[in-house]
């Protein structure tokens, strides 16, 4: 799987690339929507001193956040489907089906970038 490729989907569904987008009333963050509870969740497990919202509106912070969740919560598959529902559901998003509509997003997105 190409990892940036699917980070590219998230982002251009995300926010369209705007690194100054906000959504969910305030609630998410950048160019991939972190709300303050994956940030704090990241935190805790790596050691990481992330701050809710201001990192979020960096690029390269924002793409360390996401990695770091889906290292957690995606573990070793090598799907990335689980991972773009698990990062629109949290930990078990992979198994919530209205978590799939956010998945055929990522992947028209995955499809137009294909030569």
């Not at 490729?5 to 982002?11: Q, T």
């Not at 360390?64 to 998003?93: D, F, H, M, T």
């Amino acid at each position: 799987m190409n990892f940036p490729a699917l980070l590219a989907a998230m982002i251009a569904v995300e926010s369209g690339g705007d690194p100054n987008a906000v959504g969910d009333g305030g609630g998410s963050i950048g160019i991939l929507q972190i709300s303050r509870a994956v940030v704090l969740d990241v935190n805790r497990r790596y050691g990481t001193h992330y701050v809710w919202p201001d990192d979020c509106y960096s690029r390269k912070k924002s793409v360390e956040i996401c990695v770091g969740y889906l290292r957690r919560y995606g573990g070793r598959s090598q799907s990335p489907e689980k991972w773009a529902r698990i990062w629109n559901g949290g930990p078990q998003g992979h198994r919530k089906p209205e978590t799939r509509a956010y998945w055929e997003k990522v992947k028209t997105e995955l499809n137009q970038k294909k030569p």
